[in-house]
């Protein structure tokens, strides 16, 4: 029997099989496509995200690969310096495409020691009290303890649990690809500025490897699954809006995308569980998706890796969903305000008009830097400082960075006392005596995530919340 068997191998499903693997837990990963996608939806990695790559030892094989640019700024689109005092160490997001980012996800999963396997679409699932059996299109079955679908927004997994996918159906349809061109670039670019005055929804673009990148509106959102456009379809929608194809050739790939906006009724069944795009699907503003299921994994790994190691508190598993639902909630609310502001019409281009006035306050500007980020989140860990639920940021520690520390993904006790212990819980807790002039606490309990689980200086209290996320203490005291 396998511990966890991962249902997609995309950036969500590679990110929670490392994490996985991080503490010992055997996974398999399960992808339906033979070879990795060709397809760049995503081109970057949001302050988040860049601090999970930092807190895992991976941020340096990224930024190689990547280009960085200042964090925040743009909502919807709108231009605006990058705000003062962002709350974290990293106030930049990685540029890159997507295949870069799931190639280096499944080389830093492999390397922690997943199995991956290709070629293989799950068709079927049925579980009990011990575990999970899924069946594979070559008619093969694997039994897992669990099962975790990370297998995209028409997710399988979902469907076979008859789980709700309740929203918004698409109202608007954008054709994407990649290509060359044989236009001058300053041309390409002046056309594309011009056009961009009423059209947010148009871009051309240069890649990078001697490519551009083109999204441009379709004439209509395509029915049921469509298959990817054909080039002379993007053509054809380039003259409408340029009156030019720009002499574009070569395609590299070809793909569509709409604005269909749904949220999973729930994110659990049982020992099945989803993650990323099986549970929420939103418009690319913004660019929050694909960093909203890596996200997703990390909140997830380390507490199914602590039910299958049997240390579990009874409901840590089911926190997965009661904190991360209500992030996607947010952020599909936030890609439905800014698909107003970039409307044509009237109505939306006085709103964004003022949107742009308000976003010249610094406070406001922040605000929206940190909601497009994920910086600004803040789980419900019950009453207490305002530092408490939120993730802590990189600190400067008079022995070195705190992230430095986070690799292994353990809890953490920052003790800047020097009094407090980790007896019972040294096995899934480091407990780290060092003081840091970033930090106005004496003390702070970090869950492997790095979101503030506890702060104090009395050790009563401090089993208490060891207890609340980490188990009954191996001593069993």
Not at 80 to 107: F, N, S, W
Not at 134 to 150: H, I, P, S
Not at 298 to 323: Q, R
Request: aromatic share 6%.
């Amino acid at each position: 029997m396998v511990d966890v068997v991962v249902a997609g191998g995309g950036p969500t499903g590679m990110m929670l099989a490392a994490e996985l693997r991080l503490q010992g837990v055997d996974v398999l990963v399960v992808e339906q496509d033979e070879q990795p996608k060709k397809l760049v939806r995503s081109l970057g990695l949001h302050v988040r995200s860049v601090e999970v790559l930092d807190q895992r030892g991976l941020l340096d094989r990224f930024l190689a690969a990547g280009t960085r640019y200042p964090a925040g700024g743009a909502f919807a689109g709108i231009p605006k310096p990058v705000p003062q005092r962002l709350d974290t160490a990293h106030p930049y997001m990685i540029g890159m495409p997507q295949t870069i980012t799931d190639r280096l996800l499944e080389e830093h999963a492999a390397e922690a020691g997943a199995r991956i396997r290709r070629g293989c679409a799950v068709v079927g699932v049925s579980q009990d009290d011990d575990g999970v059996t899924v069946a594979l299109a070559d008619e093969t079955e694997v039994r897992a303890r669990y099962l975790v679908g990370c297998d995209g927004g028409r997710s399988t997994i979902r469907k076979l649990l008859g789980i709700g996918f309740p929203g918004e159906a698409a109202q608007t349809e954008w054709l994407l690809g990649e290509m060359e061109a044989t236009e001058a670039p300053e041309r390409i670019a002046a056309a594309v500025a011009e056009i961009r005055k009423t059209q947010l929804g148009f871009g051309v673009g240069p890649t990078g490897n001697g490519g551009w990148r083109v999204v441009v509106p379709a004439a209509r959102v395509a029915d049921g699954y469509p298959a990817p456009p054909t080039f002379e379809e993007l053509r054809e929608r380039l003259k409408v809006f340029a009156g030019t194809d720009f002499g574009v050739h070569s395609p590299r790939w070809l793909s569509r995308f709409n604005d269909a906006t749904r949220l999973a009724d729930r994110y659990r069944a049982g020992r099945i569980l989803l993650a990323g795009d099986a549970v929420h699907v939103h418009p690319p503003l913004g660019g929050q998706g694909l960093n909203l299921g890596i996200q997703d994994s990390f909140n997830l790994g380390w507490k199914l890796a602590a039910a299958v190691g049997g240390w579990a508190p009874d409901d840590l598993l089911d926190s997965y969903e009661i904190e991360r639902r209500p992030v996607a909630a947010g952020v599909l609310d936030l890609t439905r305000a800014q698909a107003v502001l970039i409307s044509t019409e009237p109505g939306p281009q006085a709103v964004r008009r003022l949107f742009a006035q308000l976003m010249d306050f610094d406070d406001v500007n922040r605000f929206l830097t940190e909601r497009i980020m994920a910086t600004g989140i803040r789980y419900d860990f019950g009453p207490g400082p305002e530092l408490l639920g939120r993730r802590l940021r990189d600190l400067q520690l008079r022995r070195g960075r705190l992230y430095e520390l986070m690799h292994q993904g353990r809890g953490l006790l920052l003790d800047q006392t020097g009094t407090l212990v980790v007896d019972g819980w040294a096995d899934r807790v480091d407990l780290v005596t060092d003081t840091s002039e970033e930090l106005d606490a004496p003390a702070v309990l970090l869950r492997p995530d790095g979101h503030v689980a506890w702060i104090g200086d009395d050790q009563r209290t401090l089993a208490d919340h060891l207890r609340r996320w980490f188990g009954a203490p191996a001593d069993g005291r």
